[in-house]
């Protein structure tokens, strides 16, 4: 499976930004059951959960995004976004869309104080 994210950019603090994650070709909609999220990683670093939905379709957040970010989906589109609020420079990272064992190309976004 391939995905395609886009939305990344460049913001000041305090600004907004919506990443998108579309599933690209034809997957049949049991698979699309999979967990699906947003991961991010900074230089260095390990690469670190942002929000996902479970196998199950309940959604977890890491602590430090929790009130600021919404993750939701289309499942017509087989599509995930992310829409990051109140963006901080701690956000700065390049982020993954994730579908199963599948991995998106990675987005860059950059928060400037």
């Known amino acids: 499976v391939q995905l395609q994210a886009s939305g990344g950019g460049s913001v000041q603090a305090g600004g907004s930004l919506r990443l998108s994650c579309a599933v690209k070709?034809?997957?049949?909609?049991?698979?699309?059951?999979?967990?699906k999220g947003w991961y991010r990683q900074v230089p260095g670093k390990v690469r670190e959960l942002v929000a996902t939905f479970s196998d199950n379709g309940a959604i977890e957040y890491a602590e430090s995004v929790k009130g600021r970010f919404t993750l939701s989906k289309d499942n017509t589109r087989k599509s995930t976004y992310l829409q990051m609020t109140s963006l901080q420079p701690e956000d700065t990272a390049v982020y993954y869309c994730?579908?199963?064992?599948?991995w998106g190309q990675g987005t860059l976004v950059t928060v400037s104080s």
């Open positions: 994730q579908f199963g064992e599948s």
């Open positions: 070709g034809t997957i049949l909609s049991v698979f699309w059951a999979k967990s």
